[in-house]
């Protein structure tokens, strides 16, 4: 079925640190998968997507990992910031779906320590 | 300028009541969608408009009625409110110029609605 869920709920890191920030999927048929930053008080926003047939892309201090073998999801955040702290949500679009229809995971909540 | 903008931000009512959200988007964006995100987070679409067309409906109850006047705006109807209704609901939007390919989404401010 469509599933998208994350290994950890919240995750703590000190400032200046590398985060990593995981996500298991349960459906093998999704064509993207993509992150979204929730600041508190706004609306999820882009942060960076993946194709099925990549393995990692790079983004401005960001790097998505796709391992397809074991259905896991990552989300690496260099140099990790203040400004950071948010939840983050991974999100798929299952393949034969409407390329619009979305499904997100729960979200990992990420502070930072100064 | 505020790419995709929602009124009210907060929407405290009583059960029972009828209360409309709005949306508007001045990207040019061809779709529109609503949202819901619970206490706990989550996220689920729950509509979607093309050029003022329905092309996505989840299994939403039916007191939840969706009207696009023209594609710049997504107003989201709720009537008869239930407690289980209070949650966050955020509009966004898409340019879907790549049918088979993922167009972002840029999601609003969000309004939160309280149901007594």
């Known amino acids: 079925g469509e599933s998208v869920g994350l290994h950890l709920p919240t995750l703590s890191v000190q400032e200046g640190d590398n985060s990593i920030i995981n996500c298991a999927y349960s459906?093998?048929?999704?064509?993207?998968f993509i992150w979204y930053k929730q600041e508190s008080g706004k609306g999820p926003q882009f942060i960076i997507d993946i194709r099925s047939n990549m393995d990692k892309r790079q983004g401005q201090r960001v790097t998505v990992l796709l391992n397809k073998t074991v259905k896991h999801l990552s989300l690496q955040i260099a140099a990790t910031q203040p400004g950071d702290s948010a939840v983050y949500f991974c999100a798929e679009i299952p393949r034969y779906s409407s390329a619009s229809k979305i499904i997100f995971g729960s979200g990992t909540r990420l502070s930072i320590r100064p | 300028d505020t790419a995709v903008s929602q009124t009210p931000k907060y929407l405290v009512t009583q059960m029972g009541n009828d209360k409309s959200i709005k949306c508007e988007q001045n990207?040019?964006?061809?779709?529109m969608y609503w949202y819901k995100q619970d206490s706990k987070k989550f996220l689920k679409i729950m509509f979607s408009y093309n050029n003022k067309e329905l092309i996505i409906n989840e299994t939403v109850p039916n007191r939840f009625s969706p009207k696009s006047p023209d594609k710049a705006h997504l107003n989201l109807h709720i009537n008869s409110l239930e407690l289980g209704d209070s949650a966050v609901y955020f509009c966004?939007?898409?340019?879907?110029?790549?049918?088979?390919?993922?167009?972002?989404?840029?999601f609003g401010p969000g309004t939160r609605l309280t149901v007594l």
């Open positions: 990207l040019g964006h061809d779709t």
């Open positions: 966004a939007s898409s340019q879907d110029s790549h049918p088979s390919s993922y167009n972002e989404q840029f």
């Open positions: 459906n093998s048929a999704s064509d993207y």
